[in-house]
């Protein structure tokens, strides 16, 4: 098993940047791992994966290049920098885990961090 625990989240104004870090407990580097969001009202949505060696990453359409997701196994964490942040960015965020090699979808990870709030004002 793995414990997540997201820290990073805040206040930032459109253009800003925010870096998310999820530390996790257990045997991390055994773990893909993911990031996704969830605004009110809706669907919680796939942001960003990379799989445990740290050479292959995923990412929604959405992000367009403005996210970079990244892990450090020997600190047991994952990182989410964010950068040209927009208020549709605006939800909860959070890091996950999962067994699945290329995982992507929220059923395919098993174990979730609690999520930090990111609000992005225009």
């Known amino acids: 098993q793995v414990q997540l625990v997201e820290s990073g989240g805040g206040l930032v104004q459109t253009g800003g940047s925010l870096r998310l870090s999820c530390v996790a407990s257990g045997t991390f580097r055994r773990y893909s791992m993911g990031w996704f969001r969830q605004a009110p009202g809706k669907e919680r949505e796939f942001v960003a994966a990379?799989?445990?060696?740290?050479?292959?990453?995923y990412y929604a359409d959405f992000v367009k290049g403005r996210f970079t997701i990244s892990r450090d196994n020997a600190k047991s964490t994952l990182y989410l920098q964010m950068s040209s942040l927009e208020p549709e960015d605006t939800a909860v965020y959070y890091c996950a885990a999962s067994t699945t090699v290329r995982a992507t979808r929220p059923l395919e990870f098993a174990y979730w961090g609690q999520g930090t709030q990111v609000t992005v004002s225009s």
């Open positions: 990379i799989n445990w060696s740290d050479i292959n990453t």
